[in-house]
Nanobody, 116 residues
Framework: VQLQASGGGLVQPGGSLRLSCVASGFTLDDYHIGWFRRTPRNEREGVSC????????YYRESVKGRFSISRDNAKNTVYLQMNGLKPEDTAVYSC??????????WGKGTLVTVSS
């Protein structure tokens, strides 16, 4: 069983990245999926999540209108499309999968650096 985040990199302010969260060994559409980030100040922040029940989504205030979370069940993948990136978005991004009965998986993170 494994969860892996990928797609990070170095991007200029205003640029875009798409992060992927891929599961192996279990089916992601049975799980609520969240994206979190750990900032250079070592603070963990919840960024976005998507429900396994009705597909409803949540975004932290600072990324609303810029980030978008989505699922591709055929690929067992959840994406985080990040547009209009700002230096304050610099962080290690990780994904988390939680089942309705509380089974919890964390994936290794991917580094996003926003800098000119």
């Amino acid at each position: 069983v494994q969860l892996q985040a990928s797609g990070g990199g170095l991007v200029q302010p205003g640029g875009s990245l798409r992060l992927s969260c891929v599961a192996s060994g279990f089916t992601l559409d049975d799980y609520h999926i969240g994206w979190f980030r750990r900032t250079p100040r070592n603070e963990r922040e919840g960024v976005s999540c998507i429900s396994s029940i009705d597909g409803s989504t949540y975004y932290r205030e600072s990324v609303k209108g810029r980030f978008s979370i989505s699922r591709d069940n055929a690929k067992n993948t959840v994406y985080l499309q990040m547009n209009g990136l700002k230096p304050e978005d610099t962080a290690v991004y990780s994904c988390n999968a939680v089942s309705p009965i509380g089974i919890n998986y964390w994936g290794k993170g991917t580094l996003v650096t926003v800098s000119s």
